[in-house]
Protein backbone atom coordinates (compact mmCIF):
# COMPACT_ATOMS: atom_id res chain seq x y z
CA UNK A 1 0.00 0.00 0.00
CA UNK A 2 0.96 3.37 -0.32
CA UNK A 3 1.38 6.27 1.84
CA UNK A 4 3.32 9.53 2.73
CA UNK A 5 4.66 10.77 5.67
CA UNK A 6 5.15 14.78 5.98
CA UNK A 7 7.33 15.22 8.98
CA UNK A 8 6.91 18.83 9.86
CA UNK A 9 3.51 20.56 10.18
CA UNK A 10 4.69 23.86 10.18
CA UNK A 11 7.98 25.44 9.02
CA UNK A 12 8.87 28.97 9.68
CA UNK A 13 11.82 30.38 7.66
CA UNK A 14 12.95 34.38 7.31
CA UNK A 15 12.89 35.58 3.77
CA UNK A 16 16.20 34.75 1.79
CA UNK A 17 17.28 31.71 3.67
CA UNK A 18 16.86 28.36 2.59
CA UNK A 19 13.76 26.08 2.76
CA UNK A 20 13.31 21.97 3.27
CA UNK A 21 9.91 20.09 3.61
CA UNK A 22 10.67 16.49 4.30
CA UNK A 23 8.62 13.89 3.06
CA UNK A 24 8.71 9.93 3.78
CA UNK A 25 6.44 7.57 1.22
CA UNK A 26 6.18 3.77 1.73
CA UNK A 27 5.11 2.14 -1.67
CA UNK A 28 4.70 -1.35 -2.76
CA UNK A 29 5.45 -0.52 -6.25
CA UNK A 30 7.77 1.67 -8.22
CA UNK A 31 6.53 4.80 -7.08
CA UNK A 32 5.86 8.26 -8.77
CA UNK A 33 5.99 10.73 -6.26
CA UNK A 34 4.79 14.84 -6.56
CA UNK A 35 4.99 17.84 -4.67
CA UNK A 36 1.78 19.98 -4.67
CA UNK A 37 1.07 23.57 -3.47
CA UNK A 38 -1.88 25.14 -2.24
CA UNK A 39 -2.04 28.85 -1.35
CA UNK A 40 -4.91 29.80 0.38
CA UNK A 41 -8.38 29.26 -1.02
CA UNK A 42 -6.91 28.16 -4.30
CA UNK A 43 -7.10 24.65 -5.89
CA UNK A 44 -3.48 22.54 -6.17
CA UNK A 45 -0.72 23.28 -8.21
CA UNK A 46 1.99 20.82 -9.24
CA UNK A 47 5.77 21.92 -8.35
CA UNK A 48 7.33 19.08 -9.25
CA UNK A 49 6.91 15.32 -9.97
CA UNK A 50 9.54 12.13 -10.25
CA UNK A 51 8.90 9.37 -12.82
CA UNK A 52 12.07 7.01 -12.27
CA UNK A 53 14.21 9.19 -14.12
CA UNK A 54 16.89 11.40 -13.01
CA UNK A 55 16.94 11.38 -9.48
CA UNK A 56 17.06 15.34 -8.03
CA UNK A 57 14.09 17.03 -9.96
CA UNK A 58 13.64 20.61 -10.73
CA UNK A 59 10.25 22.15 -10.68
CA UNK A 60 8.45 25.56 -10.93
CA UNK A 61 9.75 28.72 -9.00
CA UNK A 62 13.19 27.02 -8.12
CA UNK A 63 12.16 24.16 -6.33
CA UNK A 64 13.31 20.87 -6.12
CA UNK A 65 13.67 17.38 -4.83
CA UNK A 66 16.38 14.64 -4.40
CA UNK A 67 14.28 10.66 -4.76
CA UNK A 68 16.23 8.47 -2.13
CA UNK A 69 15.38 4.83 -2.20
CA UNK A 70 17.60 4.00 0.51
CA UNK A 71 15.49 6.83 3.09
CA UNK A 72 12.82 6.18 0.86
CA UNK A 73 12.76 9.78 1.29
CA UNK A 74 11.55 13.08 -1.47
CA UNK A 75 12.33 16.05 0.28
CA UNK A 76 11.49 19.30 -1.25
CA UNK A 77 14.01 22.35 -1.08
CA UNK A 78 14.47 26.31 -2.62
CA UNK A 79 17.96 27.71 -2.02
CA UNK A 80 16.08 30.89 -1.05
CA UNK A 81 12.57 31.63 0.27
CA UNK A 82 10.09 34.03 -1.07
CA UNK A 83 7.10 35.39 0.28
CA UNK A 84 5.18 34.59 -2.19
CA UNK A 85 6.32 31.02 -1.36
CA UNK A 86 4.16 31.23 1.83
CA UNK A 87 1.37 28.25 1.59
CA UNK A 88 0.59 24.41 2.25
CA UNK A 89 2.83 21.93 0.65
CA UNK A 90 2.09 18.32 0.00
CA UNK A 91 3.90 15.74 -0.51
CA UNK A 92 2.22 12.53 -3.13
CA UNK A 93 2.52 9.26 -4.16
CA UNK A 94 1.21 7.19 -6.58
CA UNK A 95 1.49 3.76 -8.05
CA UNK A 96 4.22 4.46 -11.01
CA UNK A 97 3.74 4.21 -14.87
CA UNK A 98 2.08 0.66 -15.74
CA UNK A 99 -0.52 0.68 -12.94
CA UNK A 100 -4.37 1.05 -14.14
CA UNK A 101 -5.31 3.37 -11.40
CA UNK A 102 -3.76 6.47 -10.87
CA UNK A 103 -4.77 7.37 -7.15
CA UNK A 104 -3.13 9.66 -5.25
CA UNK A 105 -2.10 9.51 -1.86
CA UNK A 106 -1.45 12.94 -0.09
CA UNK A 107 0.40 13.71 2.99
CA UNK A 108 -1.40 16.01 5.75
CA UNK A 109 0.63 18.91 4.56
CA UNK A 110 3.22 21.71 5.65
CA UNK A 111 2.15 24.82 6.53
CA UNK A 112 5.53 27.37 5.18
CA UNK A 113 5.33 30.74 6.45
CA UNK A 114 8.23 33.20 5.43
CA UNK A 115 9.25 36.24 7.42
CA UNK A 116 9.78 39.23 6.29
CA UNK B 1 -5.62 26.49 -22.87
CA UNK B 2 -8.01 26.33 -20.41
CA UNK B 3 -7.21 24.49 -16.85
CA UNK B 4 -9.92 22.38 -14.73
CA UNK B 5 -12.88 24.25 -14.38
CA UNK B 6 -15.45 23.57 -11.49
CA UNK B 7 -19.11 24.63 -10.72
CA UNK B 8 -20.29 26.05 -8.72
CA UNK B 9 -17.50 27.89 -6.55
CA UNK B 10 -19.37 27.55 -3.07
CA UNK B 11 -22.03 26.02 -2.14
CA UNK B 12 -24.85 26.17 1.13
CA UNK B 13 -26.78 23.14 1.79
CA UNK B 14 -28.60 21.36 4.75
CA UNK B 15 -28.45 18.14 6.36
CA UNK B 16 -30.03 15.76 4.33
CA UNK B 17 -30.06 17.74 0.88
CA UNK B 18 -28.60 16.28 -2.31
CA UNK B 19 -25.55 17.96 -4.21
CA UNK B 20 -24.48 17.78 -7.93
CA UNK B 21 -20.71 19.06 -8.00
CA UNK B 22 -19.20 19.54 -11.71
CA UNK B 23 -15.88 19.03 -13.69
CA UNK B 24 -14.51 19.74 -16.93
CA UNK B 25 -11.05 18.74 -17.60
CA UNK B 26 -8.84 19.51 -19.35
CA UNK B 27 -8.82 19.69 -23.47
CA UNK B 28 -7.41 16.27 -24.01
CA UNK B 29 -7.61 14.43 -20.78
CA UNK B 30 -9.86 11.40 -20.88
CA UNK B 31 -9.52 10.87 -17.23
CA UNK B 32 -10.78 12.50 -14.16
CA UNK B 33 -10.71 12.23 -10.22
CA UNK B 34 -12.40 13.79 -7.31
CA UNK B 35 -10.87 14.47 -4.34
CA UNK B 36 -12.40 15.24 -0.93
CA UNK B 37 -10.19 18.24 1.29
CA UNK B 38 -11.58 18.66 5.23
CA UNK B 39 -9.83 21.61 6.80
CA UNK B 40 -6.63 21.00 7.81
CA UNK B 41 -5.72 17.81 6.25
CA UNK B 42 -4.60 16.30 2.89
CA UNK B 43 -7.40 15.10 0.42
CA UNK B 44 -8.74 11.98 0.29
CA UNK B 45 -9.56 10.20 -3.21
CA UNK B 46 -12.97 9.40 -3.82
CA UNK B 47 -13.49 8.20 -7.36
CA UNK B 48 -11.47 7.99 -10.67
CA UNK B 49 -13.13 7.76 -13.92
CA UNK B 50 -11.53 6.92 -17.06
CA UNK B 51 -13.45 6.79 -20.67
CA UNK B 52 -16.63 7.27 -19.00
CA UNK B 53 -15.86 3.53 -16.27
CA UNK B 54 -15.00 3.90 -12.86
CA UNK B 55 -12.08 2.75 -12.23
CA UNK B 56 -11.20 2.94 -8.34
CA UNK B 57 -13.36 4.41 -5.51
CA UNK B 58 -11.92 5.25 -2.11
CA UNK B 59 -13.86 4.79 1.42
CA UNK B 60 -16.72 6.81 0.88
CA UNK B 61 -20.31 5.46 1.68
CA UNK B 62 -22.76 4.96 -1.19
CA UNK B 63 -23.96 8.21 -0.54
CA UNK B 64 -21.40 9.70 -3.38
CA UNK B 65 -21.44 8.80 -6.88
CA UNK B 66 -20.12 10.32 -9.94
CA UNK B 67 -20.13 9.69 -13.66
CA UNK B 68 -18.11 10.73 -16.60
CA UNK B 69 -20.20 11.77 -19.79
CA UNK B 70 -18.53 11.29 -23.47
CA UNK B 71 -17.07 14.40 -23.79
CA UNK B 72 -15.45 13.50 -20.43
CA UNK B 73 -16.47 16.02 -17.90
CA UNK B 74 -17.79 14.99 -14.87
CA UNK B 75 -20.36 15.03 -12.05
CA UNK B 76 -20.19 13.96 -8.29
CA UNK B 77 -23.29 13.86 -6.51
CA UNK B 78 -23.56 13.86 -2.51
CA UNK B 79 -27.16 12.27 -0.89
CA UNK B 80 -28.13 12.91 2.39
CA UNK B 81 -25.70 15.59 2.87
CA UNK B 82 -24.32 15.20 6.40
CA UNK B 83 -22.52 18.10 8.51
CA UNK B 84 -19.32 15.82 8.34
CA UNK B 85 -19.61 16.13 4.46
CA UNK B 86 -18.52 20.19 4.65
CA UNK B 87 -15.53 20.39 2.45
CA UNK B 88 -13.39 21.78 -0.62
CA UNK B 89 -14.31 19.27 -3.32
CA UNK B 90 -11.54 19.28 -5.57
CA UNK B 91 -11.55 17.65 -9.37
CA UNK B 92 -8.09 16.77 -11.03
CA UNK B 93 -8.44 15.26 -15.12
CA UNK B 94 -5.24 13.62 -16.35
CA UNK B 95 -4.23 11.70 -20.00
CA UNK B 96 -5.28 8.39 -19.22
CA UNK B 97 -6.20 7.00 -15.62
CA UNK B 98 -2.20 5.42 -14.47
CA UNK B 99 0.29 7.17 -13.07
CA UNK B 100 -0.17 10.06 -15.14
CA UNK B 101 0.40 13.77 -13.90
CA UNK B 102 -3.39 14.86 -12.29
CA UNK B 103 -3.83 18.35 -12.61
CA UNK B 104 -6.19 20.01 -10.23
CA UNK B 105 -9.17 22.75 -10.50
CA UNK B 106 -9.70 25.03 -7.72
CA UNK B 107 -12.20 23.10 -5.95
CA UNK B 108 -15.97 23.62 -4.72
CA UNK B 109 -16.55 24.70 -1.29
CA UNK B 110 -19.22 22.43 0.20
CA UNK B 111 -20.98 23.76 3.65
CA UNK B 112 -23.39 21.92 4.91
CA UNK B 113 -25.34 23.23 7.84
Known amino acids: AQSVTQLDSHVSVSEGTPVLLRCNYSSSYSPSLFWYVQHPNKGLQLLLKYTSAATLVKGINGFEAEFKKSETSFHLTKPSAHMSDAAEYFC??????????????FGRGTQLTVWP | DAGVTQSPTHLIKTRGQQVTLRCSPI?????VSWYQQVLGQGPQFIFQYYEKEERGRGNFPDRFSARQFPNYSSELNVNALLLGDSALYLCASSLASGGDTQYFGPGTRLTVL
Open chain 2, 27 to 31: SGHKS
Open chain 1, 92 to 105: VVTEGRGSTLGRLY
